[in-house]
Structures are given as structure tokens and as C-alpha cells.
């Protein structure tokens, strides 16, 4: 079925505190040059103790609000992608349809972790183009640090905060979905967890604290292989080359993954897009930033071809290539 759907706004948040590695290096036996060289990140944005994915969304939405001119009365479905939801009920989506007033919307969070905005795009695109929704709201929203053990160096120099929103509306004349696949590895969920209230899974006891535990060389791998696959997936699918893409955009978990992924493609670095190097990895906002980055530098123009690529805990996989069209009144500059 042919997409009635197109992304028309963005607006996105980061908070104002500022960890760099060199704070790092005053609670954990790491340093700045091990991180860069590692990872390509130099810093990252962390919640204030009073800021959860609620606060950090309010301020997406309003931010595009602000950016876009949009109104809100006339949407219809508000959905939410975190994994650090304020409660476990209500959802982050039903706040935000309160703060915003929105007087007829369904709303409702789901989690798929890092993947989580390729998959809300699937999700909205679906609802969208089969005609039962018009006008979503999407919003990806995560404050990482709150789950994060900084005692795990490995795992603590990575992730960072921030959340982002979008607005997906009807239109079967220009539509932003060419292609879309995803899919799910569950054999893998015990690389990438978070306990809640369960601590075994497939019969394996897992630590129990409430923080995110990562076993990266085995995520390294299965991404590395994952992506590519799926990437060459969708331009088949769309039946076009992969040269044609005018930005590759993939989950910005590790710079180092990144280009081990692009070589794999023969798709130069130059043409990707990323936010780790200053926002570390956000998760479900990861895309959305790098997007916010293309932008704010003007290397993002409308009528651009894009390669979204999300992938992580599950393990979920997600992407999409899509023309990208923001509707013109938005303003260009952040």
C-alpha cells in the first residue's frame, strides 16, 4: 500500500547540563582521548534530578510549536517512544495530551528502545495511510542517565537525554514513505536490558537494579551485520541505488559502529548524518538529533532522499527511506 503519510514538522530538546568526558574521568578510570577514539563522543546532555521524559517532551512539542506555527487541537493520536517512561502508568503520551490540552487524540507509549523512532514512523505511517488516523503527533523522548550504573565504564561514557517531536500528517499527493522494513531478534534481549519486575529471562538470571546493563562487543556485532542487511533490504524495496540516498541516518549508538557500518555499504561517512559526538546515545532520539544537527547546519534541505536505520534492545530493528518535506512555513534555524 502506497504511504498517505508525510512528516511535515520537527521540533526537539536537549537539557542544559553538560557532561563531558572529562567529567568522566573524575568518577571512573577512563579518559577523554579512550572515549573518542572508542566511541567518537565528546560529550553528552543529562536530565536535571526534577527533568524525566515527560519534562524533556513538553519541551520538544513546544519547541516545535514554536518553530513550525502548527496547532495541536486537530490531532488525533499522540504516540510515544521511551524506555525511561516517568511511570510505569500513566503513559508519557497521556501527559503530554493533558499539558497540551488536546481534546480528542489516542495516546499511548511503547518501547523499543533504540529503534524506537523508526518504529513510531511505521506505526503513525500505518495508522495514517490506512486512513484511520490524520494528524499524529510522534514524539521520542528519553533521559538515559537516570537508568545508567556509573560504575560500568563501558557502558556509562555512551548514553546520553533529550527528546524530540514530530508531526505526521495525510497527504497521498507527497508523501514521505518510499520503503519500510523492520523486524525483531529476541534471542538476543538479554544483551540489552533493564530490569523491572522480572529478573530472569529465557531461564538466565540477570542483575537486578533497575540500571542498564549492555554487552556491547555482542551488540557491535549483530548491529553491524543487522543494518547493512536491512539497508540493502529497503533500496531494493524501493528500487532504487544506494547511491542515490542523499543521507544515510542510522541509530547514532558509536561513531566507530557507524563507519564499520558504512564501509560494509561502500556508502561514504560523508553522506551520514549523526548526533553521537554531542549528545552521546539517546536511545529513541538518537535519529531525530542527527536529523535536528542536518538542519541546523543546513546540510538537510527539503526534497532530500533519506536512509533511517534504528536498531537496539530487544533486539529491534527498524528503517525506512523517506523523501524528506517539512512544510515550508517551519523556520530553518534552531
Known amino acids: 500500500m502506497q504511504s498517505k503519510a508525510r512528516i511535515t514538522s520537527i521540533g526537539t530538546y536537549v537539557p542544559e547540563r553538560i557532561l563531558h568526558n572529562d567529567d568522566l574521568e573524575k568518577i571512573i578510570d577512563t579518559n577523554d582521548e579512550w572515549i573518542i577514539k572508542r566511541t567518537g563522543i565528546k560529550e553528552r546532555r543529562i536530565a536535571a534530578e526534577d527533568e524525566f521524559a515527560s519534562t ?5 512539542v513546544e ?3 514554536q518553530r513550525s506555527g502548527k496547532t495541536l487541537v486537530d490531532v488525533d493520536g499522540i504516540i510515544v517512544s521511551t524506555t525511561t517512561a516517568d511511570f510505569v502508568m500513566p503513559s508519557v503520551a497521556c501527559l503530554v495530551q493533558a499539558r497540551f490540552d488536546i481534546p ?8 523499543t528502545a533504540c529503534s524506537g523512532f523508526a518504529y ?21 523522548t528519553e533521559t538515559m542517565s537516570k537508568i545508567m550504573d556509573y560504575t560500568d565504564r563501558a557502558t556509562c561514557i555512551l548514553f546520553g537525554d533529550g527528546a524530540a517531536a514530530f508531526l505526521l500528517e495525510y497527504d497521498e499527493v507527497n508523501p514521505s514513505f518510499i520503503a519500510s522494513h523492520y523486524g525483531t531478534n529476541g534471542h ?6 533493564c530490569t523491572n519486575l522480572a529478573s530472569v529471562m529465557n531461564g538466565v538470571a540477570l542483575k537486578d537494579d533497575g540500571k542498564l546493563v549492555q554487552n556491547g562487543p555482542e551488540v557491535y556485532k549483530w548491529a553491524s551485520r543487522t543494518v547493512p542487511e536491512g539497508a540493502k533490504i529497503l533500496v531494493a524495496q524501493a528500487k532504487i541505488p544506494l547511491a542515490s540516498i542523499d543521507w544515510f541516518v542510522p541509530h547514532s549508538a558509536n561513531l ?4 564499520s557500518i558504512c564501509e560494509k555499504l561502500k556508502h561514504p561517512i560523508e553522506k551520514t548524518l549523526t548526533s553521537v ?21 543546513g546540510r538537510l534541505q527539503n526534497g532530500h532522499t533519506l536512509l533511517l536505520y534504528g536498531f537496539g534492545s530487544g533486539l529491534t530493528y ?3 527511506i523517506v523523501k524528506w518535506q517539512l512544510d515550508p512555513q517551519r523556520e530553518q534555524s534552531f
Not at 524533556?56 to 520538544?60: R, T
Not at 513510531?120 to 521520542?140: D, F, Q, Y
Not at 566507530?256 to 563507519?259: E, G, K, N, T
Not at 549528545?279 to 542527527?290: E, K, R
Open 56 to 60: 524533556l517532551a513538553f519541551k520538544a
Open 63 to 65: 519547541n516545535l510549536i
Open 104 to 111: 480528542q487524540a489516542a495516546a499511548f507509549d511503547f518501547n
Open 120 to 140: 513510531a514512523a511505521h506505526i503513525a505511517n500505518g495508522l495514517i495511510t490506512s486512513g484511520l488516523h490524520k494528524k499524529i503527533l510522534l514524539i521520542t
Open 188 to 193: 538476543g534481549g538479554a544483551h540489552v536490558y
Open 256 to 259: 566507530r559502529m557507524i563507519q
Open 277 to 297: 559526538e554531542y549528545y552521546g546515545n539517546t536511545s529513541s532520539v538518537s535519529i531525530p538529533l542527527a536529523l535536528q544537527r542536518g538542519l541546523d547546519d
Open 318 to 320: 527498524a528503517g525506512h
